[in-house]
């Protein structure tokens, strides 16, 4: 799910906080299925938020993160993957409608997103 996870979000995540795309460019997501609007006002980032995003990841980076032992970001990682699966049944409809896949397959997809947040935790704990 890495790829559509915070995709159709209305706003982009860069460090700690959102921040409107530079550009003010939107797009509308439509069903492929039936031609119905999913969702609008879908902010479309530009090179340069992509760059903002990039060296707010770093300095990020050089803060608390990278001092954290893994079994620190083990506890996140963790969370992430246990929210992913809590909202599975919710999340799966989305992306039935917005990429038009089969629901069962979405699920798979959404649940197998959960299992990579889990392997990033083992092998930062050295427990793959």
């Known amino acids: 799910m890495a790829h ?3 995709i159709t979000c209305h706003l982009e995540l860069t460090s700690i906080q959102y921040v409107d795309a530079k550009s ?7 069903n492929p299925d039936d031609e119905s609007l999913v969702a609008e006002g879908i902010q479309v980032a530009s090179e340069a938020d992509v760059d903002a995003a990039v ?31 809590k909202h599975a049944n919710d ?16 699920l798979f997809c959404v649940k197998m997103s959960a299992d990579i947040f889990r ?3 083992r092998v930062d704990t050295g427990m793959s």
């Not at 003010?24 to 439509?30: A, D, K, W």
């Not at 999340?91 to 979405?106: D, F, H, Q, R, S």
């Open 4 to 6: 559509w996870l915070f």
């Open 24 to 30: 003010g460019e939107t797009l509308s997501v439509y």
């Open 55 to 85: 060296d707010a990841a770093e300095a990020a980076f050089k803060g608390p993160w990278s001092k954290w032992t893994g079994v620190q970001r083990a506890v996140v990682m963790q969370k992430m993957a246990d929210l992913i699966e």
């Open 91 to 106: 999340i799966a409809p989305l992306e039935t409608k917005a990429m038009g896949m089969p629901l069962n397959v979405a």
């Open 119 to 121: 392997c990033k935790w």
